[in-house]
């Protein structure tokens, strides 16, 4: 196992060697592992970074376990030639993950997803068999299109895809040393995981994305929206769904410029916010959530086919709890077509359950 790897693992958790050593002693209590002493194991793990020795097997499998790791052959050293062939490869390769990015955004994942899943089947094949600088290159791109193949896996419905993706996303900005990833990929498995009955932990895994270094504040921003949107499963925390959105507001207005391009896979902007902050209010049932949300419908670029029915589905949602049946069942309808035309199931479950709600209202009446 690399020394290289386990140092940027490290570096990205924002741990110190006293946190990576602590978490090794936890993980072999729970796997009834035997280790060296505290001290020994200090200048082992030392020793192990600076590439003097490696680690055996036992040691590898602890350190593959808390760093989100797999055992691999050494990366060998960096040199000129490395960084020259790395700013090349990036291009490149990052330059397919925004295509296939673009074309889900505008088609939907259904017509995507196989290419994206491939992408990330071949970058890790990539990772592989490279070396130095080119090695850290690719495993950048695999962590943001890793994520993307996840969320594209949620769409459609598939779970267990969706687990497997985040999990090499996370894996792969292990990897690369890069805490900006692993936090992206941690926010976006907690949506996943609040959706799915495990909305606490979800909670605790944003928080815990929040906590690592270095994050740009357009990412901090869209931690502290998701924090809000995962806290909306969570009974009785209301009060933190208002403060986090609260948060993601101040803290985008310092976001620096350029931030957007420098993270293609967040669209994160006031319109995006104020849609997200509808959202967020509809669930809540603030009598506010209309308004805000049609605003940032019509501010809305086109191209977001999903994020626009999403948006849609919260006016038909508040129109159902303001007692508007007629204009609920008229925004059911427009949303149908554009779920049906992104292929979104995730959207389409959403839609059949507040269609049965308006149904049931209206017979009531």
């Known amino acids: 196992m690399d020394g290289h790897l386990i140092r940027s693992a490290r570096h990205a958790r924002g741990w110190s060697q006293s946190q990576l050593l602590a978490a090794l002693r936890s993980r072999a209590v729970l796997e009834h592992v035997t280790l060296m002493s505290p001290a020994s194991l200090r200048v082992a793990l030392s020793r192990w970074e600076n590439g003097h020795t490696a680690p055996d097997p036992v040691h590898t499998r602890l350190l593959c376990s808390v760093l989100e790791l797999s055992p691999t052959n050494p990366a060998g050293p960096m040199d000129e030639q490395d960084e020259l062939r790395d700013d090349s490869l990036f291009g490149v390769l990052a330059h397919h993950t925004n295509s296939l990015r673009l074309l889900d955004r505008r088609l939907g994942a259904p017509f995507v997803r196989a290419q994206t899943a491939g992408h990330v089947a071949a970058l890790e094949a990539m990772w592989e068999s490279r070396s130095g600088a080119d090695r850290r290159t690719v495993a950048l791109v695999q962590a943001d299109t890793a994520a993307l193949a996840a969320w594209e896996d949620l769409d459609v419905g598939d779970h267990a895809a969706a687990n497997r993706h985040f999990g090499l ?61 995962v806290a909306t499963w969570c009974p009785g925390e209301a009060s933190t769904v208002r403060e986090a959105m609260s948060e993601a507001e101040t803290v985008l207005a310092h976001a620096r410029p350029g931030d957007e391009v420098a993270l293609p896979f967040l669209a994160l902007n006031e319109i995006h916010l104020q849609r997200w902050n509808g959202h967020l209010l509809v669930r809540l049932g603030d009598r506010a959530a209309g308004p805000i949300a049609e605003q940032a419908l019509a501010g809305l670029p086109a191209e977001f086919v999903r994020a626009r029915a999403g948006q849609v589905l919260d006016l038909a949602e508040y129109a159902a709890r303001t007692g508007d049946l007629d204009q609920a069942t008229a925004r059911l309808t427009a949303a149908s077509r554009a779920i049906t035309e992104v292929g979104s199931r995730r959207l389409r479950y959403r839609h059949d359950l507040l269609a049965r709600r308006v149904r049931e209202l209206s017979g009531s009446r």
């Not at 040393?177 to 895994?205: K, N």
């Not at 944003?206 to 921003?221: H, I």
């Open 169 to 229: 996303a996370r894996q792969a900005a292990s990897r690369s040393g890069d805490s900006t990833l692993l936090a992206h990929a941690l926010g976006e498995h907690a949506v996943m995981l609040s959706e799915t009955g495990h909305a606490r932990r979800a909670l605790a895994q944003v928080r815990r994305a929040e906590s690592l270094p270095g994050l740009p504040m357009l990412l901090r921003a869209w931690l502290a929206a998701t924090r809000a949107q």
